[in-house]
T-cell receptor, first 116, second 112 residues
Framework: DAGITQSPRHKVTETGTPVTLRCHQT?????MYWYRQDPGHGLRLIHY???????DKGEVSDGYSVSRSKTEDFLLTLESATSSQTSVYFC???????????????FGPGTRLTVL | DQQVKQNSPSLSVQEGRISILNCDYTNSMFDYFLWYKKYPAEGPTFLISISSIKDKNEDGRFTVFLNKSAKHLSLHIVPSQPGDSAVYFC???????????FGPGTRLSVLP
């Protein structure tokens, strides 16, 4: 199994509070991703990173920010949590396999976030 | 508008029989496809992949078929086992696998 951990695994918070989720990897993979999983939508990309301090927006980035100051850590921040951000959040990692192409994404165990 | 569709939210199959999970996509630029399996309270795990230069890829009991003209792929599991009961996600990429778009998933139940 790829070495990916997420913390916390569960969190309940109130509307308007800031929340930070952490993804930590021991694989030294360059690419890291944050997804949210909601019923009927599958996994939707929030933000991704292609290197330290290099990040870009995904499909559902509004209300979220990210930071990557070290290869192994990718942080997802909800500046002011809303009930619509109640979801399960997954971190994933991947690496390039050559001039083009990447290996499959390996996923962490997920963080269940409830915003009341 | 979903670019990757899995029109069957659920599927039930008898143990030992074939399971066929379907996935349709709308973006003709997708060139790399993956299937993931997900158990409750766990992250998705990679199952099998196929690139657009192939129309079939096999790995043990799992085979993925790609029909580019129909923008359709399918995952065949033969024979199905109770441990295959999970949610299966189809994912597609148009940049060789850097980023993926996921379908909504199909819940497979394999009945003993």
């Amino acid at each position: 199994d790829a070495g990916i951990t997420q913390s916390p695994r569960h969190k309940v918070t109130e509307t308007g509070t800031p929340v930070t989720l952490r993804c930590h990897q021991t694989e030294n993979h360059r690419y890291m991703y944050w997804y949210r999983q909601d019923p009927g939508h599958g996994l939707r990309l929030i933000h991704y990173s292609y290197g330290v301090k290099d990040t870009d927006k995904g499909e559902v980035s509004d209300g979220y920010s990210v930071s990557r100051s070290k290869t192994e850590d990718f942080l997802l921040t909800l500046e002011s949590a809303t009930s619509s951000q109640t979801s399960v959040y997954f971190c994933a990692i991947s690496e390039r396999t050559g001039d083009s192409g990447y290996n499959e994404q390996f996923f962490g165990p997920g963080t269940r976030l409830t915003v009341l | 508008d979903q670019q990757v569709k899995q029109n069957s939210p659920s599927l039930s199959v008898q143990e030992g029989r074939i399971s066929i999970l379907n996935c349709d996509y709308t973006n003709s630029m997708f060139d790399y496809f993956l299937w993931y399996k997900k158990y409750p309270a766990e992250g998705p795990t990679f199952l099998i992949s196929i690139s657009s230069i192939k129309d079939k890829n096999e790995d043990g009991r799992f085979t993925v078929f790609l029909n580019k003209s129909a923008k359709h792929l399918s995952l065949h599991i033969v024979p199905s086992q109770p441990g295959d009961s999970a949610v299966y996600f189809c994912a597609a990429s148009d940049n060789y696998g850097q980023n993926f778009v996921f379908g909504p998933g199909t819940r497979l139940s394999v009945l003993p």
